[in-house]
Nanobody
Framework: EVQLVESGGGLVQAGGSLRLSCAASGFTWRDYAVAWFRQAPGKEREGVSCISSRDGYTYYADSVKGRFTISSDSAKNTVSLQMNNLKPEDAAVYYC?????????????????WGQGTQVTVSS
């Protein structure tokens, strides 16, 4: 059984940084896609970024390009999302998701395994 646990959320001022981590267990880091999504109150879940374990392919939504960086550590089965220059509109619950396909996408329906989410709050 695949289990995903996010951590690293919190309260930060606009312009600040946070690093989210997604610790995975129950599968081998091979040919997996891992994505970060976020959902703010009253809004639909939005795909933020993804990474493919096969070739390191990454994708970023336009809203975070240049500010967020996704990375993976296969030895630790962890995927991280470094978020810099945070804006109030980045505030949301952030979820990581994983499934066995390549290349990665940020389509929620493509993923069968989800974490419980971690709250990111950005004060202006």
């Amino acid at each position: 059984e695949v289990q995903l646990v996010e951590s690293g959320g919190g309260l930060v001022q606009a312009g600040g940084s946070l690093r989210l981590s997604c610790a995975a267990s129950g599968f081998t880091w091979r040919d997996y896609a891992v994505a970060w999504f976020r959902q703010a109150p009253g809004k639909e879940r939005e795909g933020v970024s993804c990474i493919s374990s096969r070739d390191g392919y990454t994708y970023y939504a336009d809203s975070v390009k240049g500010r967020f960086t996704i990375s993976s550590d296969s030895a630790k089965n962890t995927v991280s999302l470094q978020m810099n220059n945070l804006k109030p509109e980045d505030a949301a619950v952030y979820y990581c998701a994983a499934d066995w396909f390549s290349p990665c996408t940020v389509v929620p329906g493509d993923f069968g395994s989800w974490g419980q989410g971690t709250q990111v709050t950005v004060s202006s």
